[in-house]
């Protein structure tokens, strides 16, 4: 059964710096998502994307966030200047384009985000 | 707004016992509403969901819920636990427009399955 494939597993950053997480979705889906999990807490949205560009994002998802699909399989979700509140689990997740928002997302594994 | 709220942080069954986990939502209009699974180090894994029709779904490894419009739940349930289906299950809402609307998640309740 296809997935949705996150890289690395676990990245590890200094304050300040960048950090590209990186997505490969299912090869038929079209709608992208963001997610995070700061450890012992709920699943939060960050953002959705659709035809290059964003369809919804959140409260969290401010301007030092952004996502792009640099090719036809990649969708990343880039952070400019990491602070310590953006550890957390990071979910990629992808859904099918035909039968609307009745077809379920699909999750990556995720990648664990730890800011030093 | 929409919200989803689970009530209990762990449940604990003996296996072969029926389980339960609560899930209550709040949204604006109809709901879709869907159940994942979580296992240790690994992402949110999709169990079923409700989108319309029968208000009983089932879906993988035996598990199927319960629609209540009247008392807007969508509990999860299982007729014979197994010690495998301990985990961290999700509760999920999303709005019935727009097709890359986001899922609201609830906190989780974790499930323990003892033999």
């Known amino acids: 059964e296809p997935e949705v494939t996150q890289t690395p597993s676990h990245q590890v950053t200094q304050m300040g710096q960048e950090v590209i997480l990186r997505c490969v979705p299912i090869?038929?889906?079209?709608?992208f998502y963001w997610y995070r999990q700061i450890l012992g807490q709920k699943v939060e949205f960050l953002v959705s994307f659709y035809n290059n560009e964003i369809s919804e994002k959140s409260e969290i998802f401010d301007d030092q966030f952004s996502v792009e699909r640099p090719d036809g399989s990649n969708f990343t979700l880039k952070i400019r200047s990491t602070k310590l509140e953006d550890s957390a689990m990071y979910f990629c997740a992808s859904s099918k384009v035909t039968g609307g928002p009745n077809q379920p997302q699909h999750f990556g594994d995720g990648t664990r985000l730890s800011i030093l | 707004a929409q919200s989803v709220a689970q009530p209990e942080d762990q449940v604990n069954v003996a296996e072969g016992n029926p389980l339960t986990v609560k899930c209550t939502y709040s949204?604006?209009?109809?709901?879709?509403l869907f159940w994942y699974v979580q296992y240790p180090n690994r992402g949110l894994q999709f169990l079923l969901k409700y989108i319309t029709g029968d208000n009983l779904v089932k879906g993988s490894y035996g598990f199927e819920a319960e629609f209540n419009k009247s008392q807007t739940s969508f509990h999860l349930k299982k007729p014979s636990a197994l010690v495998s289906d301990s985990a961290l299950y999700f509760c999920?809402?999303?709005?019935?427009?727009?097709?890359?609307?986001?899922?609201?998640f609830g906190t989780g309740t974790r499930l323990q399955v003892t033999l």
């Open positions: 949204v604006s209009g109809n709901p879709y």
């Open positions: 999920a809402v999303r709005r019935n427009t727009g097709t890359a609307s986001k899922l609201t």
């Open positions: 090869s038929n889906h079209l709608y």
